[in-house]
Structure formats: C-alpha cells, structure tokens
C-alpha cells in the first residue's frame, strides 16, 4: 500500500509500504482523509523531527476513517465506526510526529485503538472530522489565554489553528474577538466564524484598532489597548515583542505558533504590566471536546483545498506557497464521507 514518508531534508516521497500487522488491543482504520499543516512542511525541510533519524518518517496526523478490523482485546469500538484518532499522548508513540505511524495512507494501524479513537457522530461528514485535530490544537490555545466573558481578544494569525481558536471563543460566546492577519481569504474565514473585525497589519495600526474596538487601559507610559488576551499562532516573531509592548496590564498571552529563534522580550515590562505568558502544546484534556464542536457549528468552510492522495505534491505546493487557504485537506477516499 502508499504511504507518504520523509527520507531526508526536502525528500519526501509516497512509497510502497507493507500492509500493517495489527495486535490484538489494536485496529486497522480504511482512513477517509488526512490534513496537512505547517509542522509537516517543517518535518520535510528538516528531513524528520529534529533532523533525519536512522528510518524514513511517516506523514500525517489529521486524519479520519471507518474502522475496518479490532482485535480481540478492543472492547469500545467495531468494524463500520466512524472515527478520528488523537495523534499526540504522553504515554503511547505519536501518529505522524515521529512514530511509526503516519495517517497519509489507505489503511492504517491504530495501536491501542481504545485509548487513541474517537467516535464521530453521524452528522459530522468524514472530510469535516478530519479537522478535529488542529481544532483541538486551536481550543487549547484558547484555553491557554485564560479568556473570561466579555474580554477583548487578538489572535495573530489566521491560518487553521487560528481559525480553529476563533471558532472555539465565538462558540463560547465570546462576541469581541479580533482576527489579525495580511491574508484577505483568511480575515473572510475568520469574519464568517463570527469575528468582531479582521485586520490587515500590513495596512493598518493595529493598535490603534484594537484600542478603539476593545477601548483603553491606563498604564503609567501611557493608555494601551484593553484586550485583554491574545493568541500568538502566526509564527512571526515580532508579534510576541510587540504584544508585550502594547499589551495592556494584567493581559494574557498564549503562544502557539513554532517559533525556532530566540526572541527579544522585556522581561522588564513583563514586570510592570504583570503579564502572562504561556505555551500551548497539543490538546485541551478532553480531545473528543473538538469532536462536539464540529457536531454544533459547520466548520467545512474552513477546508479550502482537497486533493487526492496522488496530487499529494500538489498539496504541498499549495500549503507551502501561499497563505490564501484554510485548512489542505488530502482525500485519501471519498467514498467514506
């Protein structure tokens, strides 16, 4: 069967592999769809991980399918459910980020399919299901923000994860959340989640936006922006120097982008302002949270790109060169949704 794999720096290729040898607390999933991202792009420029390691890397970690075979020791899930599986765990090897496992393939080996599947409900189409995954990265990073009613919120960046925490703060009721980003096909995708405003840094003073929507905190340099929490998850380093500078006291920051260089900050206005930074890394404590959410909101037309496992380069192309689209979505079988 295919499987796309990285064999070194810039070397990824879609091989023949052997079909997957399951135990018995395991599964074999026929996977419906597979998404790509950012840290695939970074795993092929690296040529693994954090460099190439002594095998080839599987790709892919957002993925959805129909379970097509348990083992004897599976007790939760049967051979026809429709499922997502959660790529990232303390305790077992990752799907897609190093393990031996990768979802860019027709059939896919699930070890301990009871503690790594989730059930998606029937009104959730496959291809949608496929998003789960950076939405519960987005959902975390939201949590990470400590965003409390009525607070003004700036995210930074409007790629999926971006989205994924604009979605997941509007479905919570929060009115006053602010997208920023240069792309226009991403501030329309934000707008129609339900954004307050979506603004284009390359055109305007955000600050100065961000003040008159959120209105002024008093600071003894002077007033600042009132929003009150922001989410880094554009990966430009000078978003997170510049929130620390203009961010009002007591604001929050999550930071989910990868950021791969060591960035300027006064630690000194952190001081003054008491302000909050946090990391946000994979999922909140519930992942099937992303599931539910895809079950209350439509989110399809976050996915902007499908393309089918034979056009896999072609995804590349289009996630690598340009940031007018959503979420890329490989179709590995569309017979499933």
């Known amino acids: 069967m295919l499987q796309v794999r990285v064999h070194g720096p810039g070397d990824v ?4 592999v052997a079909e997957p040898d399951p135990g018995p607390a ?7 769809a597979c ?33 097509e075979w348990v083992g004897p020791e599976v007790t ?8 997502v599986a959660q790529p990232g765990s303390e305790e077992l090897p990752k799907i897609g980020s190093g393990g031996p496992e990768g979802a860019l393939t027709p059939l896919m080996l699930i070890t301990q399919a009871d503690r790594r599947l989730h059930r998606v409900p029937d009104e959730v189409p496959l291809d949608v299901a496929a998003f789960a995954e950076p939405l519960a990265v987005g959902m975390h990073a939201a949590d990470q923000a400590d965003v409390h009613h009525g607070d003004g919120v700036a995210v930074f960046g409007c790629g999926p994860i971006g989205l994924a925490a604009i979605a997941t703060l509007v479905d919570r009721g929060n009115d006053r959340v602010v ?5 226009a096909v991403r501030r329309e995708l934000a707008l129609g989640l339900g954004a307050q405003a979506a603004l284009d840094p390359t055109a305007t003073d955000i600050w100065d936006e961000l ?19 922001f989410i880094e998850a554009s990966g430009v380093d000078q978003v997170i120097t510049d929130v620390i500078s203009h961010g009002a006291f007591g604001a929050r920051l999550s930071v989910v982008a990868l950021h791969y260089s060591p960035i300027k900050t006064s630690f000194l ?10 990391g946000s890394f994979e999922y909140p404590p519930r992942f099937a949270d992303s599931i539910d959410l895809l079950a209350r909101q439509d989110l399809s037309r976050l996915v902007t790109h499908r393309f089918g496992l ?15 689209c959503g979420k890329v979505l490989v179709t590995i079988d569309p017979s499933q949704w």
């Open 13 to 16: 290729r879609t091989d023949d």
């Open 26 to 32: 395991d599964a074999l999933v026929r996977v419906a």
């Open 35 to 67: 998404g790509i991202c950012g840290t695939d792009l970074t795993y092929i420029r690296l040529g693994g991980v954090a460099g190439p390691g002594p095998d080839p890397l599987c790709l892919g970690h957002e993925m959805s399918g129909t379970v």
């Open 76 to 83: 939760r899930y049967r051979v026809g459910d429709r499922v």
């Open 179 to 183: 997208a920023i980003e240069p792309s």
């Open 211 to 229: 003040a008159s929507l959120h209105g002024t905190s008093p600071f003894m340099f002077g007033p600042t922006p009132a929003t009150a929490a």
């Open 269 to 278: 206005m952190m001081l003054m302002k008491e302000f909050t930074v946090r």
């Open 310 to 324: 034979d056009r896999f380069d072609d995804a590349l192309g289009v996630l690598g060169a340009s940031k007018d």
